[in-house]
């Protein structure tokens, strides 16, 4: 695990510089305890996709992980819960409402599967105060364009909630992932916020590709360009001042805890992009701070 101190003072340090009030975080896992005991075994084991030696760098109880983020200076931050088998999602919805009701600074977060019913316990997330919902394409193994997701689809459309969608084909691919299902999605709904986790890595050029074509469409920078993810699936250098253009439409994610790496690492891996400082304010804290009106 990671020393937390000097931690610290690294990603304080490093907001500061900026002049900014603290961090917006949008991609961290918080789960019901028997759920991240069993995710945290399969990256463990460097489980089928994980493909990977992955050590979890935040393996605390989730009262210290709070304390973790919030000396970091995360002033927001989120509940990525995720199914991977039907009957999951609307336990998961009820565990991260009461997370939310009892944890202020976390922006209430709610998930789907292709199921019957699923339309009706997302409009009872959103009608709770739902404000993100995650879609882990990848490990829930389904097509997101499934008829059963459309109803869904379009009610997060409408309601203008951003979905946080690991869609891209890394650290390993799934039978849907890549830019094609997804982008079907976009064309039914093409008001749909969607937030491309991973900046969908290994497909970079593709999915900024989908963020140009679709300006509801944002990227999350969750291990990105770090030398973790560099190792594999390298950012191609001609695509950094496309990262410069789409400054409005990326945000900071971390997968805190489930990272093999220091916190501030991620942050260090934005700054040697070499694309600024207004950049950086933006994509760390103003981005999300307008979309989640913080």
Known sequence: MVETGADDARVTAFWRGLGLPGLIDV????????????????????????????????????????????????????????????????????????????????????????????????RTAVEGGARVFKSHVQVGAYDPDDPLLRPVWGLLAEAGIPVVTHCGSGPVPGAFTGPGPIARVLARHPGLRLVVAHMGMPDYTAFLDLAERHPGVLLDT??????????????????????????????????????????????????RLGLGDAWLRAVCHDNASVLFKI
Not at 48 to 67: F, K, M
Not at 87 to 107: E, I, K, Q, V
Not at 238 to 263: H, K, M, Q, T, V
């Open 27 to 122: 991609h961290t896992h918080f789960m019901p305890e028997r759920v991240l005991d069993k995710v945290w075994a399969y990256f463990d084991a460097a489980g089928p996709l994980v493909g990977r030696h992955w050590p979890i760098a935040y393996r605390h109880q989730e009262d210290e992980r709070l304390a973790v983020l919030r000396g970091f200076g995360v002033r927001a931050f989120t509940s990525m819960v995720y199914p991977h088998k039907p009957g999951m999602a609307r336990w998961l919805n009820s565990w991260a409402a009461d997370f939310a009701a009892r944890t202020p600074d976390c922006l209430s977060t709610a998930t789907f599967f292709p199921e019957e019913g699923a339309a009706r316990y997302v």
């Open 222 to 271: 969750t291990m990105a360009f770090t030398d973790f993810s560099e190792e594999s699936a390298p950012l191609p250098k001609g695509e950094y001042a496309r990262l410069a253009d789409l400054g409005d439409r990326i945000l900071w994610g971390s997968d805190f805890p489930n990272i093999p790496y220091a916190y501030a690492h991620g942050l260090e891996s934005l700054r």
